[in-house]
């Protein structure tokens, strides 16, 4: 899903009517929300670090030109300082500290609105800025580092930084983090619900999440929202950063220039730079999408994904940074981005840039299969987002009508895709084999479509990915044990976000489809004791009384039926108009909103998902069509050596110091200059 940072107006003529004044202190647009004060340091005060990882430094100084804040006629002073202090006694300018050059002003301006009056107004206020950057530096010295930019002659911004300790020893040589996007607790207790039986209320068998060493929290929330999107989100998990929505390993700035914002290490270019192991990223979704690539790109914008995969291959190259090798493994849907045209960097055959470097390609679960696991490769399985798992196991039909093929000049449907747990474990052994000197390796990988198909109000689809990351979870296990690396690799499994999703009863969808007012068929709605039992483990045709124990042709751990008459009542906080039975869609993924208007973006319930339901109206702005994230914290299981360190209730950003911690990396030894 795709964010606007100013979504248009809808209401313009109402509210303009009403005569309101715009009010000082913005909140639903910011001028810049990391940077309260006229003077920006990046990265802001309360950033950490690893000692010897990189970053870049950006400072702005803003002359608002009007609106309420306007200053000095709208001229920015040019003539800024930065000073560090490593509070040991040492203080010095920005150049003298890190021993570098002075970088060259840069001049720019941009505008925001002030608040959603203003906005229908259409009177945004203008900032003009000047602004410096510094590239590719390292703190290597532990401690407390303090900042003071100054500017206007009298005015100061302050920065306090924390440089972290490495640890003095590496407890695991190898790290998979399982990355459930979207995935709140409550929706992991639902898919406990219906992918496993109950006797007397006692589960007969658990999920695999259930099953972990250690669980903790972590909170999500976003360095100036409290909602966060996937790509500040994984920033927090990869860098140790909270960030910006739509910001990838970076500090959001103002420039124009989506590619120069301040960057942050992420922890596979760590990984790769200071032990020099394999990296694997593997999703369901199109790999250009933000929690796969923001494990080694940087940008302030989201959306670019040409040139993201672009980096993803051969790294930064515009402003000075750490290499980057490019990732061993690479799994995922998104072929647009490599069959030539529009989608794909310079509009090539990026399948070509990377065999080129020596990758070998994949594009089906047979060759993926089949592949040399000494190779670094690229396996890309579908156009967009790979197949759900639903429609992979139960609607199979629905293939015929999927996202196609990965193949150049090929548009038919895809089949023969694999799922998460395929691509997770054949990743595995490529990372192992290519750990040729012992190092260990890297892996995230994540069930995308959790989130996906949350978003457009899918229950039984995001439930069936969760139910498949679950299983991936177990058979990576198995597989670890298996080649003798179980006992030397954490895995980790959390999500980026939540969605306000929960089960609050049943749904009778017989009675609710036949009857006649959408009054009535709310009496179909189960609550308290009319919720009843799961009938997802009951096998089509029988009864609830009917004890025998069904495994469907999905195998353990799942349903052994996926539309049953009394089915999960589920809803969601915030969503637009939506008409529900709460009946599985057994045509494919839910559209639940279409657009009513040609003259603007106004979501209703669509009239062709779940035509007998009753209607729900929407929570959030009219322009939605899909439901949004939520805020909840979100469990975070763990399991083998370190992972006793994710106990407890933490920040996200803190994710990525336990990593660090457990890989030993991070460094206070300053070779070169
Ligand atoms: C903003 O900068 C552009 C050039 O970068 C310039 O053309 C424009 O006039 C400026 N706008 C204002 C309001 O200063
Ligand atoms: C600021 O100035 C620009 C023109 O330079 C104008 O379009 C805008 O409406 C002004 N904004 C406010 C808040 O006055
Ligand atoms: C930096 O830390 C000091 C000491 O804890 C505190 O007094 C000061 O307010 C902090 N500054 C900022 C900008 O947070
Ligand atoms: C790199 O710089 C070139 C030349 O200035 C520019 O055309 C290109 O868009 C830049 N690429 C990125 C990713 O910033
Ligand atoms: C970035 O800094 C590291 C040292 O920390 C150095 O080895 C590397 O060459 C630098 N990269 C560039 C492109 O200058
Ligand atoms: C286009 O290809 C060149 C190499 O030929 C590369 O340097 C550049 O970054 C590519 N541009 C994008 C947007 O990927
Ligand atoms: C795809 O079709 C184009 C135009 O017919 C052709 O030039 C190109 O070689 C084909 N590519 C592949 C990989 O078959
Ligand atoms: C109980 O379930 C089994 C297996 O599905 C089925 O063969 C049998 O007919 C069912 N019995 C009743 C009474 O529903
Ligand atoms: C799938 O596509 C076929 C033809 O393209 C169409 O007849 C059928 O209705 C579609 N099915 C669904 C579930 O959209
Ligand atoms: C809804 O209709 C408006 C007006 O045609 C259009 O601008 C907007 O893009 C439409 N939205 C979608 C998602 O199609
Ligand atoms: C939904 O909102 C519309 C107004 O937008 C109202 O007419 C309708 O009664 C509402 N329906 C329900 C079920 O609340
Ligand atoms: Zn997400």
């Known amino acids: 899903m795709k964010f606007s940072l100013a979504p248009?107006?809808?209401?313009?003529?109402?509210?303009?009517?009403?005569?309101?004044?715009?009010?000082?202190?913005?909140?639903t647009f910011q001028r810049l929300g990391t940077c309260p004060q006229l003077g920006c340091i990046f990265p802001p005060?309360?950033?950490?670090?690893?000692?010897?990882?990189?970053f870049d430094i950006r400072l702005e100084v803003h002359a608002p030109a009007n609106g309420s804040e306007a200053f000095n006629n709208g001229v920015p002073d040019e003539n800024f300082k930065l000073t560090l202090d490593n509070g040991k006694g040492y203080s010095a300018d920005v150049t003298s500290f890190f021993q570098i050059k002075d970088s060259p002003i840069e001049k720019w301006n941009f505008t925001y609105y002030e608040d959603l009056f203003a906005r229908d107004a259409k009177t945004p206020t203008v900032v003009n800025v000047a602004s410096k950057a510094y590239r590719n530096l390292t703190l290597y010295e532990p401690g407390q580092y303090q900042l003071k930019l100054s500017y206007y002659d009298t005015q100061q911004t302050l920065a306090n930084w924390t440089v972290h300790e490495p640890a003095k020893k590496r407890c695991a040589k190898n790290v998979i983090l399982f990355i459930g996007d979207g995935m709140p607790q409550s929706a992991i207790t639902a898919a406990r619900l219906i992918g496993h039986k109950q006797i007397n209320g006692k589960y007969q068998s658990r999920m695999q999440l259930d099953n972990m060493d250690n669980v903790g929290l972590q909170m999500t929330h976003s360095i100036d929202s409290f909602i966060v999107d996937s790509a500040n989100s994984a920033t927090a998990l990869y860098t140790g950063h909270k960030s910006t929505v739509n910001a990838i390993?970076?500090?959001?700035?103002?420039?124009?220039?989506?590619?120069?914002?301040?960057?942050?290490?992420?922890?596979?270019?760590?990984?790769?730079?200071?032990?020099?192991?394999?990296?694997?990223?593997?999703?369901?979704?199109?790999?250009?999408?933000?929690?796969?690539?923001?494990?080694?790109?940087?940008?302030?914008?989201?959306?670019?994904?040409?040139?993201?995969?672009?980096?993803?291959?051969?790294?930064?190259?515009?402003?000075?940074?750490?290499?980057?090798?490019?990732?061993?493994?690479?799994?995922?849907?998104?072929?647009?981005?490599?069959?030539?045209?529009?989608?794909?960097?310079?509009?090539?055959?990026?399948?070509?840039?990377?065999?080129?470097?020596?990758?070998?390609?994949?594009?089906?679960?047979?060759?993926?299969?089949?592949?040399?696991?000494?190779?670094?490769?690229l396996g890309i399985f579908s156009t967009s987002n790979m197949a759900k798992w639903l429609d992979r196991h139960v609607y199979t039909d629905n293939l015929k009508n999927g996202t196609v093929s990965p193949l150049v000049n090929d548009t038919s449907p895809t089949y023969d895709q694999p799922g998460l747990a395929q691509m997770t474990l054949k990743a595995i052994d490529i990372l192992k084999a290519r750990d040729t000197e012992n190092k260990g390796f890297f892996m995230m990988s994540e069930a995308a479509s959790i989130d996906k198909m949350f978003h457009v109000l899918d229950y039984e689809r995001a439930l069936g990915e969760?139910?498949?990351?679950?299983?991936?979870?177990?058979?990576?296990?198995?597989?670890?044990?298996?080649?003798?690396?179980?006992?030397?690799?954490?895995?980790?499994?959390?999500?980026?976000?939540?969605?306000g999703f929960d089960v609050f009863g049943s749904s009778d969808t017989k009675y609710l489809k036949m009857a006649t007012t959408d009054r009535i068929k709310r009496e179909a709605i189960g609550t308290y004791q009319n919720s009843g039992h799961s009938e997802y483990q009951v096998a089509p045709g029988s009864r609830p009384e009917n004890q025998t124990v069904v495994t469907g042709p999905q195998g353990p751990n799942f349903p052994v039926q996926w539309d049953p008459r009394y089915a999960l009542a589920a809803g969601f906080a915030a969503h637009p108009d939506v008409r529900e039975t709460y009946s599985t869609d057994t045509r494919g993924p839910r559209v639940p909103a279409t657009n009513s208007?040609?003259?603007?973006?106004?979501?209703?319930?669509?009239?062709?998902?779940?035509?007998?339901?009753?209607?729900?109206?929407?929570?959030?702005?009219?322009?939605?069509?899909?439901?949004?994230?939520?805020?909840?914290?979100?469990?975070?299981?763990?399991?083998?050596?370190?992972?006793?360190?994710?106990k407890g209730v933490y920040d996200s950003t803190q994710i990525f110091f336990k990593m660090v911690e457990v890989l030993g990396l991070g460094t206070t030894k300053h070779v070169g200059k």
């Open 597 to 646: 208007t040609s003259a603007r973006n106004d979501y209703v319930a669509s009239p062709s998902d779940q035509p007998q339901g009753f209607v729900i109206n929407g929570t959030i702005p009219v322009s939605n069509s899909q439901g949004v994230h939520s805020l909840t914290d979100i469990p975070v299981f763990t399991k083998g050596p370190g992972s006793d360190k994710f």
């Open 249 to 377: 390993s970076v500090y959001a700035d103002s420039s124009p220039n989506p590619f120069d914002d301040p960057r942050v290490e992420t922890i596979a270019e760590l990984f790769q730079n200071q032990i020099g192991g394999p990296v694997g990223i593997v999703s369901t979704a199109f790999v250009a999408d933000a929690t796969p690539i923001t494990l080694a790109t940087h940008t302030r914008d989201r959306d670019l994904y040409a040139p993201l995969i672009n980096q993803m291959l051969n790294g930064q190259t515009n402003f000075s940074w750490v290499d980057w090798k490019g990732p061993d493994v690479l799994f995922g849907g998104g072929a647009e981005q490599f069959k030539p045209g529009s989608g794909s960097p310079n509009k090539t055959n990026y399948y070509n840039a990377f065999a080129d470097q020596g990758y070998q390609i994949v594009n089906d679960n047979t060759a993926l299969q089949a592949a040399d696991a000494s190779k670094r490769t």
């Open 8 to 27: 248009s107006a809808s209401m313009a003529g109402l509210l303009l009517a009403l005569g309101y004044i715009t009010p000082a202190v913005a909140q």
């Open 466 to 499: 969760l139910l498949e990351l679950d299983d991936t979870v177990r058979q990576t296990i198995e597989h670890l044990e298996k080649i003798g690396e179980l006992d030397e690799t954490l895995i980790i499994v959390t999500a980026d976000h939540g969605h």
């Open 45 to 54: 005060t309360e950033a950490e670090f690893i000692a010897g990882g990189h």
